[in-house]
C-alpha cells in the first residue's frame, strides 16, 4: 500500500492540495484533515485539490476528505476535486460529495488533464 503525501501549493492566485498514494489509516485521514485544515486558514476564495493520484480512500479516508469540502463552503471558498479517478469519483459522489464542473476553474490547467 502508498502511503499518503500531501502538499500546499499555489499557481496564479489560486491554492490547492495535492494527494498522492491511499488514504486508509486513521493517520492517513488525521493528515489529510491537517493539509485541509492549513489550506482553509488561507481564506482563499477557490481552491483545487489534485487527486490524480489518489489511488485509494477508506471510511476514514472519505470522511476527512468531505469534512474538508464542507468546511471550504463554510468559508465561503470554492473547492475543485481535480482528477478524481472514476473509482473515488463514483465513491465521492454516492457519499454526497458535490463535485463542480470543470468550467469555472482557475488553477492549474495539469490537474484537469484526466478526466474524472
Not at 23 to 48: E, I, K, N
Not at 63 to 89: E, F, K, N, T
Not at 92 to 97: C, I, P, T
Amino acid at each position: 500500500m502508498h502511503k499518503l503525501v500531501t502538499h500546499v501549493g499555489g499557481h496564479r492566485g489560486c491554492l490547492g492540495l495535492s494527494l498522492r498514494g491511499s488514504c486508509t489509516t486513521p493517520a492517513d485521514a488525521a493528515q489529510l484533515a491537517r493539509a485541509a485544515s492549513q489550506l482553509l486558514t488561507t481564506r482563499t476564495p477557490q481552491l483545487w485539490v489534485d487527486c490524480q493520484q489518489l489511488l485509494d480512500l477508506s471510511g476514514l479516508g472519505q470522511q476527512a476528505l468531505l469534512q474538508a469540502d464542507r468546511q471550504a463552503r463554510a468559508a465561503g471558498s470554492v473547492c475543485y476535486w481535480c482528477g478524481l479517478p472514476p473509482h473515488l469519483h463514483a465513491q465521492l459522489a454516492n457519499a454526497g460529495l458535490e463535485l463542480l464542473p470543470a468550467t469555472g476553474f482557475r488553477g492549474p490547467s495539469c490537474v484537469l488533464a484526466q478526466a474524472a
